[in-house]
């Protein structure tokens, strides 16, 4: 079977789609959350998707199944906020080894399942890697600019327990991603290297930050220029942005980061802009019509959807990338 760096040579390869948008259409309460398990747990539970890998399996499995359905190639493990940091909020912290485990186990077994079908298409998992809900570059007290919630030291230890979970459970990619503070990114990244090291793994890394505004700066106050330069110091298997923004408002910043960097370019937009209520609104048809922009102008090499984006949305999207040449890059193991 090819590998990924070859395989990205040839053609752009398709990320799935939103995972809390598939979630939140099944419409699950407290007990769907708690399954039979948890039904004595201390604290509200409801809202924890990544839980739902042990009490509710068979709907993420069904969730990464439709997306390679749509025509991707990568689907990201449920494990956004599998860290101790985010399942503190649930007292769950002990639990973060098995919900990686569990999460990437599960999608390899589909991701296998579809490579045995199409073995000319191979699937792939990405171990999905959230930037937890603190910053270790800003304080949340306005009247204490010199306090931090978390320091680098915490979320390395936070990191290792979960990469270790997502390659026992069988990820073949990494997936630091959502970077809105690159002092959390790259305690990942100091993270996932100790690891690498450690224990003779070959694993390819993927990093997506998230401009959060029409600034084009990370919440954490990074250009894209400093934000590529802060994260290239180990090999990468690509570089992108993600969520934050759709499609439309992210073209010039992809356009400055692919014009930049010798890595292999990721792009994960959102469906547009959320509405009143917090919904996107975006159909896949106007979606796929941003998103070929990207590819007519050989910006990515790899291309999903992130919030409110569906199995619909990224079947259209992998038709465009089907049609299409990727952009050009050499491979380099860093940049100095």
Not at 174 to 179: D, F, K
Request: charged share 20%; aromatic share 8%.
């Amino acid at each position: 079977m090819k590998g990924l760096e070859s395989i990205l040579k040839e053609r752009i390869l398709v990320l799935d789609g939103a995972m809390g948008t598939m979630i939140q259409a099944y419409g699950f309460k407290e007990d769907d959350f708690r399954g039979s398990r948890f039904q004595e747990h201390p604290s509200p539970l409801q809202g924890n998707n990544d839980l739902l890998t042990l009490t509710q399996p068979e709907a993420i499995k069904a969730i990464h199944g439709k997306y390679f359905e749509a025509g991707a190639d990568i689907v990201e493990t449920n494990t956004f906020s599998s860290t101790s940091i985010g399942m503190a909020d649930y007292q769950m912290e002990d639990l973060v080894y098995e919900l990686n485990y569990e999460a990437a186990t599960i999608a390899k077994e589909v991701a296998d399942a579809f490579t045995a079908k199409e073995p000319n298409k191979p699937r792939f998992v990405a171990g999905s890697i959230g930037p937890t809900n603190r910053t270790a570059s800003m304080s949340p007290d306005v009247n204490d600019p010199g306090f931090r919630a978390v320091t680098f030291e915490d979320l390395v230890i936070a990191y290792k327990e979960q990469v270790e979970g997502l390659v026992a459970g069988g990820a073949d990619i990494l997936l630091v991603e959502t970077v809105f503070d690159t002092l959390n990114a790259k305690a990942a990244l100091y993270a996932i290297d100790e690891l690498k090291q450690k224990n003779h793994w070959e694993i390819p890394i993927m990093v997506s930050g998230t401009i959060t505004d029409a600034s084009g700066r990370t919440l954490s106050g990074q250009t894209v220029e400093a934000f590529a330069v802060s994260v290239s110091h180990i090999p990468l298997l690509s570089i992108g942005f993600n969520c934050a923004l759709g499609a439309d408002q992210l073209y010039p910043y992809l356009k400055r980061l692919s014009d930049l960097t010798p890595f292999a370019v990721s792009a994960h937009p959102n469906a547009g802009l959320p509405n009143a209520f917090g919904a996107y609104d975006q159909t896949a048809e106007e979606m796929r019509d941003l998103i070929k922009n990207y590819v007519d102008n050989k910006l990515v090499n790899i291309i999903g959807g992130c919030c409110g984006t569906t199995p619909e949305h990224i079947r259209l999207i992998a038709e465009v990338a089907q049609q299409s040449s990727p952009r050009l890059y050499k491979k380099v193991s860093h940049v100095q």
